[in-house]
Each structure stands twice: as C-alpha cells, then as structure tokens.
C-alpha cells in the first residue's frame, strides 16, 4: 500500500514538507438526475515549491512525473470518459502556470456517471488505485447519496513517513453539491448548507479521511 500512496504523491506532484493542496469534487444535479460533474487537483498554493521540487525531479523517494507524463493521463482519462455510455462534453485541463488539473463531463444519469468513474478505475489501473467495488452516487428524485469507501487503511497511513503525512494533514478534500431543489436535511453534520438551501458543501482534511475517522459519506433529502 506504500508504494501505492507514494505514486500517487508522485502524479499529485507533491514537491514540499509544508505542501497544500486541494482535491475538489463538484456534483451539479439536475431534478431528472442528469448533470454535470467536475473534479479539480489544485497545487496552486503551493506552486513556488511544485516548480523548484519538479526541477528536481524527486521528491524524497518519488521520482516526479514530468509534464508530458501528466498529459498523457489526462488524455487518457479523456478517452475512457468519452467511450462511456452517457458521458457527454467531457474536458481536461492542465494549467501548468498555477499547477491546477481538471477533468468534467455531463452525465445523462447517476448509473452513467458510477459506470464511467469504474471504468476510469478499471482503465488506468496502472495507477494502482483500489478498484471500485460500490457506486460513488445514488439518486433518486427525492434523495441523494454520496457513498464512500475509504481506498486507504488506518495502518498503511501510519506506516507513511512523518513527512508524507505531513502533507496529508495540510491538504484538503471538498465536496460541493448542488441541486435544483430545496435541501430539506443531510446525515453528514460536518457539511455546510448555502444561504439559499439548494446547495452543500464537505471539506475535510485528507489526513482525517486517510485515518478513518471522516467520512465523504452523505445522504442528502429534500
């Protein structure tokens, strides 16, 4: 599982000890559960350190991926999305000044949104990531669902070295949801309502979702 995280660090670009950076997922909902999703890897905090380690080539025993390398993902992330049934517009991003990276579709429905997001799993299992064995989302009309099953183990985060946790304490995951109706109540008491009720927002320190003891999980009524 080491090694695995340590890849990861290596495609995120994690260049410092005092590193943030944010993972940012954006779910647009529509009532027929159709949609548009957006999913935002951003460095930009710290960009200055991104650049310098990146000269580098190496951050501690990660060899850094270089920008050819990353672009290669994303074009592939792109294929995989557009061969999915029910993904539409689909986009990337690579801003190489601010370090930020991004992916977005629309979606016809929930089912072709959790289908794409197993295929991408599927696909580019060179990554190493665990395979997704459950659905991301559910929907349906009245209520929905954000499930989450955590991809790390409490004991393979403390088996990371004190600086590589170092930088999961100092980055962020945010969920962002937003709805054509009304939020009448949601499960997750960590989660902050908009001033106009149709959206929601999450953001948790990676750190504490690595350790177990948060959760992306949601259940939002309306």
Known sequence: MKSIVTKIFGLLLLASL???FEIREEVNMKANGSGEVLLVVNLSESKDNV???????????????HQDDVESMLQHVKVILEGAEGISNVQTRADWTNFVFRVSSRFASIQALNDAIAALGEKMNYLHTKKVEQPNYRYNGGQFQRLYNSPVEPKDYYSLSSSQRHI????????????DKTIRQYS????????GGKAIMLRLPISELAKGTA?????VSF
């Open 18 to 20: 005092t590193s943030c």
């Open 51 to 65: 650049r310098r380690y990146l000269k580098l080539g190496k951050f501690e025993a990660v060899n850094l991926p």
């Open 168 to 179: 999961l304490e100092s980055a962020r995951m945010t969920s962002i949801y937003r709805f």
């Open 188 to 195: 997750n008491k960590s989660s902050q309502l908009s001033p």
């Open 215 to 219: 959760t992306l999980a949601n259940t």
